[in-house]
T-cell receptor, first 113, second 115 residues
Framework: EDQVTQSPEALRLQEGESSSLNCSYTVSGLRGLFWYRQDPGKGPEFLFTLYSAGEEKEKERLKATLTKKESFLHITAPKPEDSATYLCAVPKNYGGSQGNLIFGKGTKLSVKP | NAGVTQTPKFQVLKTGQSMTLQCAQDMNHEYMSWYRQDPGMGLRLIHYSVGAGITDQGEVPNGYNVSRSTTEDFPLRLLSAAPSQTSVYFC??????????????FGQGTRLTVV
């Protein structure tokens, strides 16, 4: 069964304390892995797409990496404004088409000043 | 640039009432979908559409109906509201269902409470 698991469920950091969020997946024929950010009371907002093992993408203090079984979202020197829930998603296998996204339950990140 | 617009933002229903959650996008996207988000459950797909006139069920379709008469609109209908349908509902759209590398854009959500 296609599945996405994120860990930890919640993470509390001090401002400037770097860390990583994990997303592991079990889906055949991966056609991309998506990272989203969700602020309270709002819809998810797209951050990154990764397609192949070894690929990396960066945006400000965030860097996403991908292996054959998991992805990491590295947060370097976080600031309080990075506090949000980070969601990971992969497309369900539809015989080569992208199909619908399967989401993990998310990691709630809190960054204290 | 409005993106994906959902209305209403908040709604309280009594058990057994029906209502329609509205979703509209102005990006000429082929693919639209509805998710519900519950604490500890993550986002779960209710229904989706790959184009006008074409809809299909997702993971949790029971109690909901959809239709897609235009590219822009994808309303979600609750036939007879139940307390188990208390949730936050998100509409999403993306350029194509079949092409890869198509990010999804989400609306701001509708918070529904059924009493």
């Amino acid at each position: 069964e296609d599945q996405v698991t994120q860990s930890p469920e919640a993470l509390r950091l001090q401002e400037g304390e770097s860390s990583s969020l994990n997303c592991s997946y079990t889906v055949s024929g991966l056609r991309g892995l998506f990272w989203y950010r969700q602020d309270p009371g709002k819809g998810p907002e797209f951050l990154f797409t990764l397609y192949s093992a070894g690929e990396e993408k960066e945006k400000e203090r965030l860097k996403a990496t991908l292996t054959k079984k998991e992805s990491f979202l590295h947060i370097t020197a976080p600031k309080p404004e990075d506090s949000a829930t980070y969601l990971c998603a992969v497309p369900k296998n539809y015989g080569g088409s992208q199909g619908n996204l399967i989401f993990g339950k998310g990691t709630k990140l809190s960054v204290k000043p | 640039n409005a993106g994906v617009t959902q209305t209403p933002k908040f709604q309280v229903l009594k058990t057994g009432q029906s209502m329609t959650l509205q979703c509209a996008q102005d990006m000429n996207h082929e693919y639209m979908s509805w998710y519900r988000q519950d604490p500890g459950m993550g986002l779960r797909l209710i229904h989706y559409s790959v184009g006008a006139g074409i809809t299909d069920q997702g993971e949790v379709p029971n109690g909901y109906n959809v239709s897609r008469s235009t590219t822009e609109d994808f309303p979600l209908r609750l036939l007879s509201a139940a307390p188990s349908q208390t949730s936050v509902y998100f509409c999403a759209s993306s350029y194509s269902f079949s092409a890869i590398n198509t990010e999804a854009f989400f609306g701001q959500g509708t918070r529904l409470t059924v009493v």
